[in-house]
């Protein structure tokens, strides 16, 4: 069975799945509601009925849950048994009779990829940048696309000496002790909410969240839950918009949807579409 524990233990990865396992104790009607419209604006559609799901890196579980609410068979798995442990877990809260299936599971592992067989639709947002080997991944992750199907993901914006200045801030968290942890999150909120008063701040690293998550933030998502994400997530990647464009038009995709985060912090998002002709991997 794949385990990253040693990496976490070692430094090298960030414990995602732990941040996610906390995450779910928020999970509400509210955020599955918010987590379905994220992925029925990209999409173009409200109904998945009769078409297949693969949720690469699943993390929480909710865009699975999502998902499944809006009719798909659903398949996910995470490089992170936590992570595996924390969808089974919002499965079996709001879904135990579900067409879902969960496992622990490498988007890098060419032999396990080779026997998922192929997906209508492919989601992965915000994982392939965390693998190490983030154009492998993309490639591995495009041939899981069936013919006429959808990979939707997202990537982290390269930002040129921002994103290499980050990264080094990644490395040092997981690298460091609970009080070093503690104080690079607490660095990184007062840069990150800069423009936003201190105590909203202090708000969100302190661990509450009335200030920024009623409503739930865009996704369904936490904003404190985020910022650990944000600070910790290694290791880290970036891409830029043309760089994608490229790799994904030579594997047979066009573009079919496109949000950006504007130049700044964060991913962009992609939905691209695989021609018909266009022979899957395998």
Not at 29 to 41: D, F, H, P, Q, T
Not at 57 to 64: A, E
Not at 128 to 152: C, K, M, N, Q, Y
Not at 198 to 206: K, Y
Request: proline share 4%; aromatic share 10%.
């Amino acid at each position: 069975m794949i385990d990253g524990r040693q990496e976490v233990l070692d430094g090298d990865r960030f414990a995602f799945g732990s941040n996610w396992r906390a995450f779910i104790e928020l999970v509400d009607e509210r955020r599955i509601k918010a987590a379905v419209g994220s992925l029925a604006g990209p999409l173009g559609t409200t109904d998945l009925t009769g078409r297949s799901f693969l949720d690469v890196g699943c993390g929480s579980g909710l865009f699975s849950l999502a998902a499944h609410r809006m009719g798909a068979r659903v398949r996910s798995f995470d490089y992170d048994p936590e992570s595996v442990a924390a969808t089974v877990a919002l499965r079996d809260r709001f879904a135990p009779d579900a067409d879902w299936t969960i496992s622990t599971g490498s988007i890098l592992d060419e032999e396990g990829v080779a026997g998922l067989g192929r997906f209508d639709i492919v989601y992965s947002w915000g994982v392939l940048h965390h693998t190490g080997e983030l154009w492998r991944a993309v490639d591995h992750a495009a041939g899981l696309v069936a013919p006429d199907g959808l990979l939707f993901i997202s990537i982290y914006n390269d930002q040129g000496l921002e994103s290499r200045l980050w990264r080094r801030v990644k490395r040092r968290y997981n690298r460091s002790g609970a009080l070093a942890r503690r104080l690079l999150v607490l660095g990184s909120a007062a840069y990150l909410y800069r423009r936003k008063p201190l105590a909203t701040a202090l708000e969100l690293v302190r661990g509450g969240e009335t200030a920024l998550v009623r409503p739930p933030r865009a996704r369904g998502m936490s904003a404190r839950h985020d910022l650990v994400d944000w600070v910790g997530g290694y290791p880290f990647e970036v891409a830029k918009p043309e760089e994608v464009f490229a790799f994904m038009r030579e594997r047979g995709f066009e573009l079919r949807h496109l949000k950006t985060c504007a130049g700044g912090i964060g991913c962009n998002e992609y939905v691209f579409e695989r021609s018909s002709d266009t022979p899957a991997r395998g």
